[in-house]
């Protein structure tokens, strides 16, 4: 069998994007987390949420280093892989990698150092001041990503000269139709996603009996937020539903598994097995209507089809179909489990029942497993084009010999799978060796300067710990 270059290329770069996009999707949210947690200690005084700030801050340090390190590879791949596709939008997508380097990643890098070992070194303010920058650093990372490829999707602000593509309005490019849905989408998923990290490990603790008092703390406020956040973005994804069934409908059609050019009374599909040679859906399972209700707003609307293009201008069908299905299946999971925590909260059973405990502790990887869906529904769906509507992915694929492409891939794969055995067995250790104890905490709030009765809390819980 003849290898395919373009195949081999695209598999290639979505498998390293995939490796990637798993380290911001927690270090985002957890960079908040930890900026929340050392704010509100700095107001209250209460050690646990120091406690929390600087056991979380191990595994964000670690992950933050994956992420940096895996992201490096993806801007070379667009130059190795798909150079015309470089020359095409280089004025476009060029000047947005840049600001992304400019604005974000030196403004992470510049007081990262502080935040991870000038607890001691600086003032209090001082640090906590590093903690934010850092964190918004990462949600300024995310805006410029989410702009380039929200361009990629919904293309505007562009003007053609002599074959390429160079700006005609900033705020245009910047501020494209599907941009402002996909930033919120991606920056609540972040915050999500390392909500159910932190009460997964929580959860964990408690079912082993292990630092109770910290575990409480932190599956009870992640709960909380679990229970703001979580309803949130099943509103924002439904706008954003909205805004692809405007701009992008054949991703939309993939989706939902519509086959007409076009449909009324679209069903709500629970189950079918899209059938991309004979154009239909086998063992379809759905609830009559609801697609028109969710998607239209009324029970008879009509909406775009896969027929409405040629074959060849397609996605593949049942890996959008099915991974929208796990994205929105895990994210109603993730609201049924804030929900039955804040039922538990009233019986005063939250922190006891193991049935419950056990099942957040298995949600742990479940933002990180959505995001990768999600991510595969907005890649996969807008396929043939690099950019939607104007640039074909296989017009744009570099005439490397396949083999190359092939060897490069298996060698990608051997590392990435070494480099994640590595981050795993790291943070293996620092989760089972646990947080700081508070005889720990009271000699760094010593050498901090912390006020008296700071570290007459810090004794209070020490010897609670002691007896326990």
Request: aromatic share 14%; no cysteine; proline share 6%.
């Amino acid at each position: 069998m003849e290898l395919d270059v373009a195949l081999l290329s695209r598999i290639q770069f979505a498998f390293t994007v995939s490796f990637h996009i798993i380290f911001p999707s927690i270090t985002i949210g957890l960079a908040t987390l930890i900026a929340i947690w050392e704010g509100l200690w700095l107001k209250t005084h209460n050690p646990l949420y120091l406690q929390l700030a600087k056991f979380w801050i191990k595994p964000f340090a670690i992950t933050f280093g994956m992420g940096v390190v895996s992201g490096i590879v993806l801007s070379y791949e667009f130059g190795t892989n798909f150079s015309e596709f470089s020359n095409l939008v280089g004025p476009i997508l060029g000047p947005l990698m840049a600001y992304e380097v400019l604005t974000a990643f030196f403004l992470e890098a510049g007081f990262l150092g502080v935040m991870l070992f000038g607890w001691q070194r600086v003032s209090r303010k001082m640090h906590f001041f590093s903690t934010i920058t850092v964190a918004i650093g990462t949600w300024i990372s995310a805006f410029w990503i989410i702009v380039a490829n929200s361009w990629m999707q919904t293309p505007t602000g562009y003007k053609v000269v002599e074959g390429q593509y160079h700006v005609a309005s900033w705020m245009e490019v910047i501020f494209n139709p599907s941009m402002p849905y996909r930033l919120t989408h991606m920056l609540l998923a972040s915050m999500i996603t390392a909500t159910f990290v932190v009460a997964g490990i929580s959860a964990y603790y408690l079912f082993k009996r292990k630092h109770v008092a910290f575990a409480k703390k932190g599956l009870s406020m992640t709960m909380w937020i679990a229970l703001a956040l979580t309803p949130l973005q099943a509103y924002i994804g439904d706008l954003h539903g909205l805004n692809v069934k405007e701009h992008q409908p054949i991703k939309l059609a993939a989706m939902e598994g519509i086959w007409p050019k076009q449909e009324a009374e679209v069903p709500l599909l629970l189950f079918a097995l899209p059938n991309m040679e004979t154009e239909q859906n086998d063992y379809e399972i759905g609830i009559p209507k609801l697609g028109s209700l969710i998607l239209t707003h009324t029970p008879d609307g009509a909406l775009t089809g896969l027929k409405s293009v040629e074959p060849q201008d397609r996605p593949n069908v049942p890996l959008v179909f099915w991974s929208f299905r796990v994205m929105v299946g895990l994210g109603f999971g993730m609201i049924g489990i804030a929900v039955l925590a804040l039922i538990l909260r009233k019986k005063d059973r939250l922190f006891e029942n193991k049935p419950f405990l056990t099942l957040v502790a298995a949600f742990t990887p479940s933002g990180v497993i959505s995001v990768l869906a999600g991510w595969y529904v907005v890649e996969v769906g807008r396929q043939p084009w690099l950019v939607y509507n104007l640039i074909r992915t296989q017009e744009v694929i570099s005439p490397l010999p396949a083999e190359r492409v092939l060897f490069t891939l298996i060698m990608f794969v051997i590392i990435y799978t070494l480099l994640l055995g590595v981050y795993l067995y790291f943070m293996r250790k620092v989760i089972k060796k646990g947080p700081p104890s508070m005889s720990t905490l009271e000699q760094q709030l010593i050498g901090m300067k912390a006020p008296g009765y700071a570290l007459a809390w810090v004794k209070s819980l020490k010897n609670s710990e002691e007896k326990a």
